[in-house]
């Protein structure tokens, strides 16, 4: 099945400096990759995603790139703000091709961001 | 619903109880998913539900985990004789199908805490 990496496990930058997340997947057939955020208590939250014929989003602050060939991606967040700190989870999902829908999410173990007002 | 909706929010019960969570997806989701959250740590997977039918049960812990989903739409998910390492949140989550690339959604989530 997929394994899905992480790293850093916890991470502080100083506020508006970039913050940088990396994951590595080790299923090659994965084809969606979604980055959610968890504030303490909440539920995660969608942020952005990356679909495997895509190399690079855009969102405002956020961006996140894609290297199929590597098998990794990484979440960049630009001019950080306090709002910012929470529980980031990069996750993968691998289609089985032999019966449409018999697929699970994937996730990485965590990133808790921290931002240094 | 306007979102995914988990009940109860929070439930304290005695080790050796069992329990009921149950999920309602979002409308017309036909893929939900369950997963177990402890405290400050990552999202475990449970169980994938496409329609009723759940084809990955492998995240299931043990024999004591059980869920179904009956009319493509709420789902249960029962944990029996439940014991102290049970304590976690469980997290539903839905979309629209499965197959990728569809965003998932995730409840407010079901904190269990087994005393």
């Known amino acids: 099945g997929e394994n899905v990496e992480q790293h850093p496990s916890t991470l502080s930058v100083q506020e508006g400096d970039s913050a940088v997340i990396k994951c590595t997947y080790s299923?090659?057939?994965?084809?969606?990759f979604p980055w959610y955020k968890q504030e303490l208590g909440k539920r995660p939250q969608l942020i952005i995603d990356?679909?495997?014929?895509?190399g690079e989003k855009k969102d405002q602050r956020i961006a996140v790139t894609l290297n199929k060939t590597a098998k990794h991606f990484s979440l960049h967040i630009t001019e950080t703000q306090p709002e910012d700190s929470a529980v980031y989870f990069c996750?993968?999902?691998?289609?089985?091709?032999?019966?449409?829908?018999?697929?699970?999410?994937?996730f990485g173990t965590g990133t808790r961001l921290t931002i240094i007002p | 619903g306007a979102g995914v909706s988990q009940s109860p929010s929070n439930k304290v019960t005695e080790k050796g109880k069992d329990v009921e969570l149950r999920c309602d997806p979002i409308s017309g989701h036909t893929a939900l998913y369950w997963y177990r959250q402890s405290l400050g740590q990552g999202l475990e997977f449970l169980i994938y539900?496409?329609?009723?039918?759940?084809?990955?049960k492998s995240g299931l812990p043990s024999d004591r985990f059980s869920a179904e989903r009956t009319g493509g739409s709420v789902s249960t998910l029962t944990i029996q004789r439940t014991q102290q390492e049970d304590s976690a949140v469980y997290l539903c989550a839905s979309s629209l199908v499965g197959g990728g690339g569809n965003t998932i959604y995730f409840g407010e989530g079901s904190w269990l805490t087994v005393v």
């Open positions: 299923d090659s057939a994965s084809n969606y």
């Open positions: 539900f496409q329609g009723n039918s759940a084809p990955d």
């Open positions: 996750a993968a999902i691998t289609p089985h091709m032999s019966n449409f829908g018999n697929e699970k999410l994937t």
């Open positions: 990356i679909r495997s014929n895509v």
